[in-house]
């Protein structure tokens, strides 16, 4: 009885205490939803409904000039036994991987340069910025940019026929896989260099004094210390560049001349020839990749604690 | 000083080559721009002239280019402020937890990551099933939108989970309203940042192609009409474009940092007037 009472008084004094949070919890929600309305409603109708869009019309049905509305599977049953469609989705996942490696190589080694080796802020600033710069800028000029270099009379092969190192023109430079990577590690550097240098900015420097101090040497340093520490600008870039390459169409048609083939360009010949059905079963194969692709990188990280 | 490691000259030297593999291709096109009239589009140069940039003025020789121009720049305006002001409003909102804005959240990151072709192929089937009219500035703004933003939203929230809540806490205190809080004292904190996330709004709209490819209709913006000219252009025409579109670009990439550099200077001059009495 006595036991009761006290349930009975505490729950007295109780509610205004809740009703006061949960008020102020309510405007919270209330003021969140408010501010970031303007950001839903543009992903709703640009991002969330575009995609609804290209499930739908996936199972559509196309004739040479128009396409109609039905639910059948023709497209993915097409796409899911052709041959073509594996030699393309390997193709591109072979494009992901070099590209991949080649600007971890190159952002990794251009970060620890950075921010280890360049000792004033105001140098490591100037740079940076200097790395950035070319981000702001038109990729598809960087892209006509190689002509010059790559091309049959370009700089390169006049170069090194002057040097006598070859004899003809090599002409696998200019339209081939060898540019398309060339150009997608030009592009999408940047993208490795930005979030390993922020996250190796942020390690405390007497980690490697410590470890200094205790005999390790540079390259010691190097792998017990300091890329443990990069991981998550490494895992950020990574998702960039990946999602980037994979999802890309113009770089691989302009500096292969349309002679090479990945998914974004199976997809945009699909709309050149008004096979929007098609085009967006692939479009759904694709964002399906990437997606899973993401999930997977994003288990290694966690991007909210790393902004 | 204590002396450099021998690793420091040779990490150096890679940064500079990786800065000639960054730079050299662009400088290479604009010094071809400046080819004689019987140039090509490789070395050797056959004599210097301004004749490729006069070409530019011919209208049959290289298209609409200065009204795709007009209209990129435009564009580029109009996703510059929207991308300030949403992604201002969206940081604000997204100091506190609120529900769902889990679900935001990864919808940014969807908008990072996605495939451009399907933003482009999305909205324009959306806008073409719709009988709404594919333009630049309805369908192309935005999906222009949904790369921008997540630019300036991750901006906006490393901007905030920096920022030193006790401003907000003295302004509550001598009595300001939420409103005049953030107005008076957050907005002009992360000013230099804003400008940061209106440099990103602006060329990224404006050099964009792949999401703007198949939802600007029937009037060009600049990369998609640069891009036309690849196909059909062999001239050294297409080298004096780029270097002219290459150099606006720095020209407002300068205007924002020396903006930026501005505002931080009369802050360090400014800072504080505790202790100096009314103003």
């Known amino acids: ?307 | 000083m204590e002396t450099r490691p021998r690793s420091f000259y040779f990490l150096a030297a890679f940064f500079i080559l990786f800065l000639v593999f960054l730079y050299g291709p662009t400088i290479t096109i604009a010094i071809l721009s400046f080819q004689g009239p019987q140039g090509g589009l490789t070395f050797p140069m056959r004599g210097v002239s301004l004749h490729w940039f006069h070409e530019l003025f011919q209208q049959q020789a290289v298209g609409d280019i200065w009204g795709s121009f007009a209209r990129s720049f435009v564009l580029g305006l109009m996703v510059m402020v929207t991308t300030v002001v949403v992604s201002v409003m969206g940081g604000l909102a997204f100091r506190k937890r609120f529900p769902g804005s889990g679900v935001v959240f990864y919808l940014i990151i969807t908008s990072l990551v996605i495939p451009s072709i399907l933003i482009s192929l999305g909205v324009g089937l959306i806008f073409s099933q719709s009988g709404l009219t594919v333009h630049w500035s309805t369908s192309g703004f935005g999906s222009q939108l949904t790369w921008t933003l997540p630019f300036g939203l991750l901006i906006m929230f490393a901007v905030f989970n920096r920022f030193d809540k006790s401003f907000e806490e003295a302004a509550r205190d001598q009595g300001a309203s939420a409103w005049q809080t953030i107005w008076h004292v957050v907005l002009p904190i992360i000013a230099p940042m804003l400008i940061g996330v209106a440099l990103f709004g602006f060329t990224l709209s404006y050099d964009e192609f792949a999401r703007t490819l198949l939802t600007a209709g029937s009037y060009n913006t600049l990369p998609l009409e640069i891009f036309g000219m690849t196909t059909n252009v062999t001239t050294p025409v297409i080298f004096a474009l780029g270097t002219l579109t290459t150099g606006f670009s720095l020209v407002i990439i300068a205007v924002f940092l020396i903006t930026v550099l501005v505002l931080n200077r009369r802050r360090a001059r400014q800072g504080s007037d505790a202790g100096k009495g009314m103003v």
């Open chain 1, 1 to 307: 009885m006595s036991d009761q009472t006290q349930t009975i008084s505490l729950e007295a004094t109780m509610p205004t205490a809740t009703s006061k949070r949960q008020s102020h919890g309510l405007s919270d929600a209330l003021s969140g939803w408010l501010m970031s309305l303007p950001l839903a409603l543009i992903l709703f109708f640009f991002l969330l409904l575009p995609i609804l869009t290209i499930v739908i019309v996936s199972f559509w049905g196309a004739t040479e000039y128009s396409i109609y509305p039905a639910f059948q599977f023709d497209n993915y049953e097409f796409l899911l036994t052709s041959p073509v469609t594996y030699q393309v989705f390997l193709n591109t996942i072979k494009y992901a991987v070099i590209a991949w490696a080649a600007t971890l190589l190159i952002g990794f080694t251009i970060a620890y340069f950075l921010a280890f080796h360049v000792r004033s802020l105001v140098w490591q600033i100037a740079f940076f910025l200097l790395c950035t710069i070319p981000f702001w800028t038109s990729n598809i000029i960087r892209m006509i940019s190689w002509i010059p270099f790559l091309g049959r009379n370009g700089i390169a092969n006049s170069t090194l026929m002057d040097l006598g190192i070859i004899d003809q023109p090599l002409e696998w430079l200019l339209y081939s896989d060898f540019a398309v990577i060339l150009a997608f590690v030009h592009l999408y550097t940047l993208f490795m260099v930005v979030p390993i240098f922020n996250t190796m900015m942020r390690i405390d420097k007497s980690l490697l004094e410590a470890a200094y101090d205790n005999g390790a040497t540079g390259f010691q340093t190097l792998t017990n210390v300091i890329i443990p520490l990069t991981k998550p600008g490494i895992m950020i870039g990574s998702i960039f560049v990946i999602t980037l390459v994979m999802g890309d169409f113009i770089t691989v048609r302009f500096m292969s001349g349309s002679q090479k083939a990945n998914v974004g360009r199976l997809i945009s010949n699909d709309i050149g020839l008004l096979q929007y059905p098609s085009a967006c079963a692939t479009a759904v194969i694709l964002l399906i990749t990437v997606l899973l692709v993401i999930a997977v990188m994003l288990r290694f990280v966690d991007i909210r604690k790393e902004l």
